[in-house]
């Protein structure tokens, strides 16, 4: 196992302060100076943030796959990050927890000439290994989840094969130091498990959320199963049978003893061939349907994480297409199905084929924000094109700027040495500038009740204002009286001033 220290080039980080003193913010990390590095996955470390992410490593000429991990503070500066391989392996970590004491555990699978070993990984609080666990068995493959006793054992949760085209779900208990007691295979009746989550209840007892397929077809039924402390069956319920659905499986526990899982619609009376709109199914504890939600609309959504709040909600992560451009998704729901919110983060200007954006894991931090974790596609200053890591802090209300009600959160975007950097959110743009008749505004959402433009001039003085009408999608400002110099133009929704922006009148 190798470690070692790299330096990480923050992009840039605009916090900005709600009304509830949640800090908002976005901020990109270039992990291994230059490569393609994705983040999926994160924990909270009190007001600290965990990110996880992929990169790659160079050995000799040989590129390896490598895991970065970086602690960052409440306004996303960096704490420490760290760099782990497996050489001559690859090196793929899946998910960070809190360890009992200081410190974190870290799972995930290498991939060396026998094939893919899942481990487990001990950290101090500074992220450097412990101690590192390789397991090799013929029921294991890859580790994608974990969960930690009472007592400190340790419950990794993953997928194996033990035949082509055959996979199934193991949970594999070690004690405190990662040291194997034993493993057991989740029988789903199917041969094909195609991943999921998994959930560690009170009683000790274990829930699967998950798709299952035959071999003959391509048929995929979302699934849930109960086990019990060694993983026998309780009972396992279906819900939807889809025809090659090009959708994930996933499942978060609920505060009244249910569980939602997350999927797409019914895909045999849909002629949507990929992006199909996500579906919520929530049961109760014996894995009744209680309700459904169906995300509808033309705009195409994916799923990648659901996990629940501490007031019960439902939050998710995933991305949305639009425009033909994929950006960033967020959305909130209470535990009985009701929408609270749905949001997309995209850059005020989307440049076909420089930016692309995913939001793969999501957490709720201690000021009663939301932070996201996924990536961001920019362009180097050579002309390539490059992934980041992507960090996004919301407020519970999905909002960069508070008291927002757009679905679409636009945020400003620079080209600062041929590179694209996320900024703060903005809600009009406005040309020509400089100016010398009448500027033109156009608001990325139509205007809502009490939308205002004022104007100022450099010395701060009121030269005029107008009132936007509700709905309105575009208006203008003139400044022809007015005589050469600065002013701010502001925009104001119920008295609260949401952007300024400067105008040089020629």
Same mark, same amino acid.
């Given at each position: 196992?190798?470690?070692?220290?790299?330096?990480?080039?923050?992009?840039?980080?605009?916090?900005?302060?709600?009304?509830?003193?949640?800090?908002? =913010?976005?901020?990109?990390?270039?992990?291994?100076?230059?490569?393609?590095?994705?983040?999926?996955?994160?924990?909270?470390? %009190?007001?600290?943030?965990?990110?996880?992410?992929?990169?790659?490593?160079?050995?000799?000429?040989?590129?390896?796959?490598?895991?970065?991990?970086?602690?960052?503070?409440? #306004?996303?500066?960096?704490?420490?990050?760290?760099?782990?391989?497996?050489?001559?392996?690859?090196?793929?970590?899946?998910?960070?927890?809190?360890?009992?004491?200081?410190?974190?555990?870290?799972?995930?699978?290498?991939?060396?000439?026998?094939?893919?070993?899942?481990? !487990?990984?001990? !950290?101090?609080?500074?992220?450097?290994?412990?101690? !590192?666990?390789?397991?090799?068995?013929?029921?294991?493959?890859?580790?994608? &989840?974990?969960?930690?006793?009472?007592?400190?054992?340790?419950?990794?949760?993953?997928?194996?094969?033990?035949?082509?085209?055959?996979?199934?779900?193991?949970?594999?208990?070690?004690?405190?130091?990662?040291?194997?007691?034993?493993?057991?295979?989740?029988?789903?009746?199917?041969?094909?498990?195609?991943?999921?989550?998994?959930?560690?209840?009170?009683?000790?007892?274990?829930?699967?959320?998950?798709?299952?397929?035959?071999?003959?077809?391509?048929?995929?039924?979302?699934?849930?199963?109960?086990?019990?402390?060694?993983?026998?069956?309780?009972?396992?319920?279906?819900?939807?049978?889809?025809?090659?659905?090009?959708?994930?499986?996933?499942?978060?526990?609920?505060?009244?003893?249910?569980?939602?899982?997350?999927?797409?619609?019914?895909?045999?009376?849909?002629?949507?061939?990929?992006?199909?709109?996500?579906?919520?199914?929530?049961?109760?504890?014996? %894995?009744?349907?209680?309700?459904?939600?169906?995300?509808?609309?033309?705009?195409?959504?994916?799923?990648?994480?659901?996990?629940?709040?501490?007031? %019960?909600?439902?939050?998710?992560?995933?991305?949305?297409?639009?425009?033909?451009?994929?950006?960033?998704? #967020?959305?909130?729901?209470?535990?009985?199905?009701?929408?609270?919110?749905?949001?997309?983060?995209?850059?005020?200007?989307?440049?076909?084929?420089?930016?692309?954006?995913?939001?793969?894991?999501?957490?709720?931090?201690?000021?009663?924000?939301?932070?996201?974790?996924?990536?961001?596609?920019?362009?180097?200053?050579?002309?390539?094109?490059?992934?980041?890591?992507?960090?996004?802090?919301?407020?519970? &209300?999905?909002?960069?700027?508070?008291?927002?009600?757009?679905?679409?959160?636009?945020?400003?975007?620079?080209?600062?040495?041929?590179?694209?950097?996320?900024?703060?959110?903005?809600?009009?743009?406005?040309?020509?500038?400089?100016?010398?008749?009448?500027?033109?505004?156009?608001?990325?959402?139509?205007?809502?009740?009490?939308?205002?433009?004022?104007?100022?001039?450099?010395?701060?003085?009121?030269?005029?204002?107008?009132?936007?009408?509700?709905?309105?999608?575009?208006?203008?400002?003139? =400044?022809?009286?007015?005589?050469?110099?600065?002013?701010?133009?502001?925009?104001?929704?119920? %008295?609260?001033? !949401?952007?300024?922006?400067?105008?040089?009148?020629?």
């Amino acid at each position: 196992m190798g470690m070692k220290n790299y330096t990480i080039l923050c992009l840039m980080v605009i916090p900005l302060l709600t009304n509830s003193q949640i800090n908002t =913010f976005q901020q990109n990390y270039d992990v291994d100076n230059g490569t393609s590095d994705s983040g999926y996955y994160m924990t909270s470390d %009190g007001n600290d943030l965990i990110l996880g992410s992929g990169t790659l490593c160079k050995f000799d000429n040989i590129e390896l796959g490598c895991d970065g991990l970086l602690k960052v503070d409440s #306004l996303g500066h960096l704490l420490w990050q760290k760099i782990y391989h497996a050489f001559p392996y690859s090196f793929d970590g899946r998910k960070i927890k809190h360890a009992p004491g200081d410190g974190f555990l870290f799972c995930g699978s290498a991939y060396s000439f026998t094939g893919f070993h899942p481990f !487990l990984m001990r !950290l101090d609080e500074n992220g450097d290994s412990l101690w !590192l666990r390789f397991y090799v068995d013929s029921l294991m493959r890859k580790a994608g &989840d974990f969960a930690i006793k009472d007592d400190g054992k340790i419950l990794v949760y993953g997928a194996g094969s033990i035949a082509p085209n055959y996979q199934h779900a193991f949970v594999m208990l070690t004690d405190i130091n990662g040291e194997k007691e034993w493993v057991t295979t989740i029988d789903v009746n199917s041969p094909q498990y195609r991943g999921g989550d998994f959930h560690l209840l009170g009683n000790g007892d274990m829930v699967f959320g998950y798709k299952i397929s035959p071999l003959e077809n391509f048929k995929h039924t979302l699934g849930l199963t109960r086990t019990d402390s060694l993983g026998n069956v309780l009972w396992t319920k279906e819900y939807q049978t889809n025809e090659d659905d090009y959708c994930n499986a996933y499942m978060t526990p609920l505060h009244n003893g249910g569980f939602v899982l997350g999927y797409c619609i019914d895909t045999s009376s849909s002629s949507i061939q990929y992006g199909k709109p996500p579906k919520l199914f929530a049961t109760d504890s014996l %894995g009744n349907l209680k309700w459904t939600y169906t995300f509808t609309g033309a705009k195409r959504r994916t799923i990648t994480r659901l996990i629940t709040a501490s007031n %019960g909600d439902i939050i998710g992560s995933g991305y949305r297409l639009i425009d033909g451009n994929q950006f960033g998704w #967020l959305f909130r729901l209470t535990q009985e199905g009701e929408l609270l919110w749905k949001r997309a983060y995209r850059p005020e200007q989307a440049w076909p084929g420089n930016i692309l954006s995913e939001l793969n894991d999501v957490t709720e931090t201690p000021d009663g924000g939301i932070a996201a974790i996924g990536s961001m596609l920019d362009t180097l200053p050579n002309g390539t094109i490059n992934l980041d890591v992507w960090l996004l802090k919301v407020d519970a &209300d999905g909002c960069l700027t508070p008291g927002c009600t757009d679905s679409i959160v636009t945020a400003t975007v620079e080209r600062r040495g041929g590179v694209l950097h996320s900024g703060q959110q903005v809600f009009f743009r406005l040309w020509p500038n400089p100016v010398s008749g009448e500027a033109q505004v156009a608001f990325y959402q139509p205007a809502p009740q009490g939308a205002r433009l004022r104007v100022f001039n450099a010395q701060g003085m009121p030269v005029s204002e107008q009132d936007v009408p509700p709905g309105s999608t575009a208006a203008q400002v003139d =400044f022809s009286g007015l005589p050469a110099g600065l002013y701010l133009v502001q925009y104001l929704r119920q %008295g609260r001033v !949401l952007q300024v922006e400067k105008v040089v009148r020629e």
